[in-house]
């Protein structure tokens, strides 16, 4: 195995302008993007503040700066002379993890920014496939994926991602032929407390749920579309251990407002549907802005940006730019943008 080469990039940008929204917006200033160009599709994306972020994409490319995309470290990961392609990535305060999709999934960590990269798991099964990797803290993980054999991929860490154990299927509620989950955001999965929310689409869109991290879960039954290849939830947020929203629709229909996202304020028991017939289409991305008491929501995907201010009663497109994930800092004074072949940074 070949762990990575070194390159070292300089951040191309230009303010991109948006369409203006008709609405007040929440106090970033979507309608000016900073944008840095890279050869690589990007759909993982982790913001620590306003001048450091990490990223993952196609071409085994992995990188972050820490002056705001002045400069910026670019490593390539290849195994077996191939160049793996990212959908997946998560920072702690001592480390950063990637994780490739297809078989074998590989996952690496760093805790020199880069300098090295340690493979921590590996995964030859033939349908491997993983979709999304968080951490509860410095020592707790979970990374979710695909079926195999009979079940959906979970896997766990508790000392800080050195290790990883793949949750057995008896623990596991059984996946329905067809079901899975979509790489696209690196959202699959909601953390808060002790809890994790698990989302899948295809044949079917449901919500896994551990109320202990990993060690016991429930299934429940979404309102979204579901029964097609590139149906059901892309995407889960929660502001609390109560209120969560989901997004999704057909990829195949993306203009479809029709089943595309509902809100749960009981933990996840139960699903509401949201602006049936209105607002955006399909996003692949969302996530609750982190002030303002949770009223205000960011969705983004291929066919723009789009901001709820009232818990996506209704929405405002602020912007007709494709992304396909973001990232806020902890404070909301910034959000980073995933796209293809770009990176883009918002600041009040």
Known sequence: MRYFILLSFFGLFACTGTQPASKSTPRLNFQEITTFTFASSIRAVQCIDANTVWWAGSNGLVGHTEDGGLTWQVDTLRHGGKALH??????????????????????????????????????????????????????EGIAMGDPTDGCLSILLTQDGGNSWQKVPCSQLPVAVAGEAAFAASNSNIALWGDHAWVVTGGAKARILHTADKGRSWTVTQSPLKEGGQMTGIYTVDFRDDLHGIIFGGDWNDQPSNVKNKAVTSDGGKSWQ???????????????????????????????????????????????TASWYAASFTDNGDACWLAGNNKLGKVLR
């Open 273 to 319: 549907l949201l602006a049936e017939g209105a607002g955006p289409g399909y996003r692949s991305w969302v996530g609750y802005f982190p002030y303002r008491g949770g009223e205000d929501i960011l969705a983004v995907g291929i066919p723009g940006i789009s901001v709820s201010n009232d818990g996506g009663k209704s929405w405002q497109d602020v912007s």
């Open 86 to 139: 990212f959908r997946s990535i998560a920072v702690t305060e001592s480390a950063t993890f990637v994780l490739s999709i297809e078989s074998p999934a590989l996952l690496y960590k760093t805790s020199d920014k880069g300098k090295t990269w340690n493979l921590v798991y590996q995964e030859d099964h033939a349908a491997a496939f993983y979709d999304a990797l968080k951490f509860w803290n410095e020592r």
